[in-house]
């Protein structure tokens, strides 16, 4: 990534490793994505901070990382399971609840990869604290999600293509809003945290695809609050088709050639979708 007499700004360091005694560290490069992280000599970064920053929140990347690991986990067995479309489904984190580790985290899901840094807003109700991130990017979403690490082979991003069940077909994708939420105690003046309940969960909405045409059923709450534009069903929608080309054959609507329609038709026609039903009463 890094050439000579050319710098990059640098989004954080993620990892360390010692290679015959030199000392390398993974770079995520501002602007750009995760397949451009590259492992750099210590003597190419330049700014110090960078490097003592990694080595203060090891512990609590530690952490941060397994609490991510269970908010995927948990989606993933929720897009797994029969329910969808629905919206506002709450998901339970309890690894994140703790306070120190939920702001860390809520920091962590608000920067994405590309686009600006989200805002963590805060709300007291009482003695009650609630600190929210809301997410509309899609691709934002998509690597908070990140099915294609935990069920690979199952899904990619925020959509699910594979139920480990033949007959259900159906895919489904989560869409706006995406809302995170830790509530607990407000903390005293003194910045510590009193004794009490703490929470972290994750709320989500997700659309449903017939696994034979197509067509796309977003949930009455969500056409209400969110998905009436148009233009938002087609946002949905073209992102569901655009991972399904990527995913190539593993699913019956890419045989079918649903993910090539063009901007505006969501279903295929009732002779692609059910050939053999549409032989049988000629």
């Known amino acids: ?11 954080r360091i993620s990892g360390r490793k010692q290679v015959r005694g030199r000392t390398y560290y993974l770079i995520e490069w501002k602007g750009f994505g995760v397949d451009d992280d590259s492992w750099e000599p210590d003597h190419n970064i330049l700014d110090e901070t960078l490097v003592s920053d990694f080595l203060a929140a090891r512990d609590v990347t530690v952490n941060s990382d397994l609490a991510l690991w269970q908010l995927r986990d948990r989606v993933a067995k929720t897009l797994l399971d029969r329910g969808a479309p629905f919206y506002g489904k709450k998901v339970d984190v309890p690894l994140a609840a703790q306070p120190e580790l939920a702001r860390v985290l809520l920091r962590r899901l608000a920067q994405p990869r590309r686009g600006p840094t989200l805002n963590v807003t805060q709300e007291r109700r009482g003695g009650t604290l609630d600190l929210t991130l809301e997410v509309f990017d899609l691709e ?6 990140a099915l294609g690490s935990s069920r690979p082979g199952k899904g990619c991003g925020t959509l699910r293509f594979a139920a480990g069940r033949v007959s259900n077909e159906e895919l489904v994708c989560v869409h706006a809003p995406l809302i995170i939420t830790a509530t607990g105690p407000a903390p005293r003046c003194d910045g510590s945290y009193p004794m009490g309940v703490y929470s972290f969960n994750v709320e989500l909405c997700a659309v449903k695809f017939n696994g034979k045409s197509g067509d796309p059923k977003f949930s009455k709450m969500g056409d209400k609050a969110y998905m009436k534009p148009e233009e938002r069903r087609e946002e949905v929608v073209a992102y569901a088709k655009k991972v399904l080309r990527k995913a190539g054959g593993q699913h019956k609507l890419v045989e079918k050639g649903w993910p090539a329609l063009p901007p505006g038709a969501w279903c295929l026609s009732d002779e692609v979708a059910m050939p053999a039903a ?3 009463k000629m």
């Open 140 to 145: 934002h979403m998509a690597e908070i999600v």
């Open 1 to 11: 990534m890094a050439e000579k007499d050319e710098k990059y700004s640098v989004r």
């Open 278 to 280: 549409k032989k049988a």
